[in-house]
C-alpha cells in the first residue's frame, strides 16, 4: 500500500509523486488534503492534493523539499512505499457544494504562488469536466519555479504566468497581472487564491478593493492536521479557526492574515509556544480546545 507509481522532479526542490492509494483517491474532492509519513517514526506532513483518479487508485501530490522529511521523502523511488498517507481530510472547496447551473454564470479567477500552484489545478480541472471555465495566474519568482504549465494549459480557459524578474511570462506580481487584466476590461465574480501567505494576503486586499468574493487556502499554515496541536490556529471574521479541521479554505477577506503570520513565528519555539498557551487560553491546544496538543 501507498507505493509510489510515478516521480518528476519539477524544480530544483519540488517534486511530484503518484501515490496508490485508493481508499483516499476514491473519496477526494478539490479542495482537500493528506496527511503523508514519508518512513515509520518520520514526520507528519500535511499536503494538500494536486489530483486524483478512482481508476487508478491514485492520488498525486507536490512537495516541496524545506526540512529533514521532505528531503527523504524526494530521495525516494519508483516503487518505494510510503510509511502512511491518510486522507482525504479538510473541507472540499467551496464551490463544490454550488449548483452547477449557477456555478456557470460565475467569472472565475484561480491566483496560484509557488506549490500553491498544486492544489489549484484540480479545482480547475473540476469545473473544466463540467463545462465550466475560469482563468488562472500563476506566480512564482522566474521561469525555472513556474510548475505545472502544461497540465493547466488543458484545463485553463486562459492561463497567465508572472515573474518577479520578469524572465517569463508578465513581469511583476500576482496582484499587479490580475490589477492588468481588470484594467483591460477583465470581470470576476469569484477569486480562488492559494500560495504563500503574504500573496494571499495582498491578492485578498486587492480583491476586497474591487469587489470581488475571494476564498483562500490556509494549507501553509497547517503541521498536525488534525486540530490537536494548535499550529494553524487563526483569527477569521473574529472568531478562532483552526485551518486543518474548519478549512483549508476560508473567506479571505475575514482572514487575519498578520496575526497568522505572527503566530507562526513565534510558534517555533519552546518558549513561543509557552507564550501563546498562556495567552490563548483554552482555545490554544486545538480544534477541541482541551486536547492539550502541545504537551
Known amino acids: ?9 519539477l524544480t530544483p526542490n519540488i517534486f511530484m509523486m503518484d501515490i496508490y492509494a485508493p481508499r483516499v483517491a476514491s473519496h477526494a474532492r478539490p479542495g482537500q ?4 509519513i514519508a518512513v515509520d517514526h518520520g514526520e507528519r506532513i500535511p499536503l494538500t492534493i494536486c489530483d486524483y483518479d478512482e481508476n487508478k487508485g491514485s492520488v498525486t501530490i507536490v512537495v516541496q523539499e524545506i526540512g529533514a522529511s521532505t528531503v527523504k521523502m524526494g530521495k525516494m523511488k519508483v516503487g518505494q ?10 473541507r472540499p472547496s467551496e464551490f463544490t457544494e454550488m449548483d452547477i447551473d449557477e456555478l456557470k454564470e460565475k467569472r472565475i479567477v484561480f491566483v496560484a504562488g509557488g506549490v500553491g500552484t498544486a492544489p489549484v489545478y484540480p479545482q480547475v480541472k473540476w469545473l473544466k469536466e463540467r463545462g465550466i471555465d475560469s ?3 500563476i506566480g512564482a ?11 493547466f494549459k488543458a484545463v485553463a480557459k486562459n492561463l497567465y504566468i508572472t515573474t518577479d524578474d520578469g524572465s517569463y511570462g508578465f513581469k511583476g506580481m500576482v496582484t499587479d ?8 476590461g477583465k470581470n470576476y465574480d469569484l477569486c480562488i487564491s492559494i500560495g504563500p501567505m503574504i500573496m494571499m494576503k495582498f491578492v485578498s486586499k486587492l480583491t476586497e478593493q474591487l469587489g470581488i468574493k475571494t476564498i483562500v487556502s490556509l494549507n501553509p ?8 496541536c494548535g499550529a494553524c490556529r487563526v483569527m477569521v471574521g473574529g472568531e478562532v479557526k483552526f485551518a486543518c479541521v474548519d478549512g483549508p479554505e476560508f473567506d479571505g477577506h475575514l482572514v487575519d492574515y498578520d496575526g497568522a503570520m505572527k503566530r507562526q513565528s513565534i510558534y517555533k519555539t519552546e518558549e513561543g509556544k509557552a507564550y501563546l498557551k498562556e495567552i490563548e487560553g483554552n482555545t490554544h491546544s486545538g480544534g477541541c480546545g482541551i486536547c492539550r496538543g502541545d504537551e
Do not use: H, Q, W
Open 81 to 90: 512505499r510510503l510509511a502512511d498517507f491518510v486522507g482525504p481530510l479538510g
Open 221 to 228: 499554515i497547517m503541521v498536525d492536521g488534525t486540530g490537536m
Open 135 to 137: 482563468d488562472v495566474i
Open 33 to 36: 488534503f493528506v496527511i503523508c
Open 141 to 151: 519568482k522566474n521561469k525555472s519555479l513556474v510548475i505545472l504549465e502544461d497540465k
Open 1 to 9: 500500500m501507498f507505493e509510489i507509481l510515478s516521480y518528476e522532479r
Open 177 to 184: 497581472r490580475l490589477s492588468a487584466l481588470i484594467s483591460d
